[in-house]
């Protein structure tokens, strides 16, 4: 009796549907983008300085292990932290008539705290077991506080842009200026960072229970 031989499986295509299947999934698939904060690091130093900062210009702020907030000492909900830290930057607590006096700054005057906000430093501490959604959390409001003050005092300085600060350095950095007028916006910029320059200062994170 002749030997029946087995039918061959045409495997031929496979390879195609493979790579459709690869693209399939490519294209479906949605990755999760962590959450991150955009930082311009300051230009190096060339030699040690000394920097001695007056108490009244450190506002001070603590994140312990259970994302709790302590500002100046203080235990302070997320949702007030923008404004404390926006009163403190804007206090301009120098004497009329001395150098260091802000005659655009609109808050209390207060010689308790800051002098102006070229002085004024805020100083972000956390613990190790910080949770990353509290950390980016707190970072995000202080930032917010001085955008607020530089979109205020951009408004002030270039009224006739009808744009406020973050406004104009979104447009500026997609590259919707050019030519004389890009080198115009970065000089205003520059302008109003100078008035209210970002000293965010981010201590070691300390341990916890320490």
């Known amino acids: 009796m002749a030997r029946r031989s087995a039918p061959e499986i045409n495997a031929g295509s496979m390879a195609d549907i493979a790579f459709l299947l690869l693209i399939f999934f490519l294209v479906t698939t949605t990755i999760e983008k962590d959450k991150g904060i955009a930082r311009q690091l300051p230009p190096p130093i060339e030699q040690d300085q000394d920097v001695i900062i007056k108490q009244k210009n450190l506002f001070i702020v603590n994140v312990n292990k259970n994302d709790q907030l302590l500002v100046e000492e203080e235990l302070m909900d997320l949702k007030d932290l923008r404004q404390?830290?926006?009163?403190?930057?804007?206090?301009?607590?120098?004497?009329?008539?001395?150098?260091?006096?802000?005659?655009?700054?609109?808050?209390?005057?207060?010689?308790?705290?800051?002098?102006?906000?070229?002085?004024?430093?805020?100083?972000?501490?956390?613990?190790?077991?910080?949770?990353?959604?509290?950390?980016?959390?707190?970072?995000?409001?202080?930032?917010?506080?001085?955008?607020?003050?530089?979109?205020?005092?951009?408004?002030?300085?270039?009224?006739?842009?009808?744009?406020?600060?973050?406004?104009?350095?979104?447009?500026?950095?997609?590259?919707?200026?050019k030519g004389t007028e890009e080198e115009k916006v970065k000089e205003e910029m520059e302008a109003v960072q100078e008035l209210i320059p970002l000293k965010l200062s981010e201590a070691e994170p300390k341990k916890s229970g320490s």
Do not use: W
Not at 110 to 136: F, G, H
Not at 141 to 160: C, G, I, Q, S, T
Not at 166 to 174: A, G, S, T
């Open 84 to 177: 404390a830290a926006i009163d403190f930057l804007d206090n301009g607590g120098a004497p009329a008539g001395t150098p260091d006096y802000c005659n655009y700054c609109k808050g209390d005057h207060s010689p308790e705290s800051s002098d102006n906000p070229q002085k004024a430093v805020i100083s972000v501490q956390n613990d190790r077991l910080t949770s990353y959604k509290m950390y980016i959390a707190v970072q995000n409001e202080l930032v917010a506080a001085y955008n607020f003050l530089r979109d205020r005092e951009y408004k002030r300085l270039y009224p006739k842009r009808q744009l406020s600060y973050v406004e104009v350095k979104k447009i500026y950095d997609e590259g919707g200026f």
